[in-house]
């Protein structure tokens, strides 16, 4: 299991009695344009679950949540314009579009707001970003695909959520790896919101029509349904790429253990969102070295070790990893060294 930041090193770094930082006067917004899945919800557990030790502990006044209710632009973007009105000193968001609230967020930049994008970033150059290099992740796919399936075949893609940064990226991962494989050929694409219902009843849409596919390339939150649509219409059971979530984990156990089925899983913990919260505050002390751009990485489980992950996994929810004030500072001090 690849650990999300190796932390004790830096964490040696840190004097053991590092103090509060004099932000308790402060309030951070969460700006979430979207929470119709597992590892959003996760995302949103996560956070609270960070937030409000950190306003218990008076480290910020507030640490509000703000989700919309739908999935578009405008919809966020107003809600960001709102967040301004209402004095919030930062705003954390995940974005539904890389940079089509850019101008909102220049609004918030300008008002002396600290912006913090993760997950669904912004390319506005005043915010700052918590990124995962999802092209990679969507590369690896292809790579590890070819390990279960070396002579190739037919793949069906599952897409996340459109029009989002993180679609784009491992989808421009996934047709690189497929270039570097050309025994693989992508004859079908659906698209899953990141969500196992959505991508279980386009995957059965689309099945009658494809021909036999050896893998499903994806984006995390599909693996299950995937499988579940594939079963349903009694079609050989493909190599799934996986997602973290809980359900797909003991699916690929239950394969495993039947016959020894192989696959691979990566997702970004939804615990990104405590980082990009911990972000915020360490602006808002005046810490000036913070780079605008924060590399972390994702989290993968293999063959080997999936399964010790598995029981630490709540029902229904997704692998996760909630950060401390002290690992926010080590993810930093990482970042600056690079």
């Known amino acids: 299991m690849k650990k999300l930041l190796v932390l004790s090193a830096f964490a040696a770094m840190l004097a053991s009695g590092t103090a509060l930082a004099d932000t308790s006067g402060k309030k951070i917004a969460f700006s979430n344009n979207y929470a119709g899945n597992s590892w959003r919800q996760a995302m949103l557990d996560s956070y609270g679950i960070v937030t409000k030790k950190a306003v218990a502990d008076k480290i910020v006044a507030a640490a509000d949540v703000f989700t919309t209710a739908d999935k578009e632009v405008p919809t966020q973007a107003a809600q960001v314009q709102n967040l301004i009105l209402q004095g919030y000193d930062a705003i954390v968001i995940n974005a539904a579009s890389p940079d089509a609230l ?48 070396p002579k190739g075949g037919n793949l069906l893609e599952i897409r996340g959520l459109a029009g989002t940064s993180i679609d784009d990226a491992i989808h421009a991962g996934i047709l690189e790896g497929v270039a570097a494989h050309p025994e693989f050929k992508i004859v079908g694409s659906v698209t899953g919101d990141w969500d196992q219902t959505t991508a279980q009843k386009a995957v059965a849409t689309i099945l009658p029509s494809l ?46 253990e039947k016959d020894g089925y192989k696959t691979w899983s990566a997702s970004i913990a939804p615990g990104v969102s405590t980082l990009a919260f911990w972000v915020a505050q360490q602006v808002l002390d005046g810490r000036k070295d913070i780079p605008h751009d924060l590399l972390v990485p994702y989290l993968a489980f293999t063959q080997d070790d999936f399964e010790a992950a598995l029981p630490k996994i709540k029902e229904g929810g997704v692998a996760t990893h909630e950060y401390t004030q002290e690992e926010a500072i080590a993810a930093i001090k990482a970042n600056i060294k690079q």
């Open 211 to 256: 021909p036999d596919v050896v893998g499903i390339v994806d984006q995390g939150g599909d693996g299950y349904g995937a499988a579940q649509a594939f079963a349903a219409a009694g079609k050989p059971r493909p190599t799934i790429i996986m997602g973290n979530r809980q359900d797909e984990l003991k699916w690929w156990k239950e394969q495993k």
């Open 102 to 149: 850019n101008g909102a967020i220049k609004q918030a930049c300008d008002a002396g707001i600290v912006v913090v994008s993760f997950d669904g970033i912004v390319t506005e150059p005043c915010a700052y970003r918590v990124v995962v290099d999802f092209k990679d992740m969507g590369k690896q796919e292809v790579e590890q695909m070819a390990k279960f399936q």
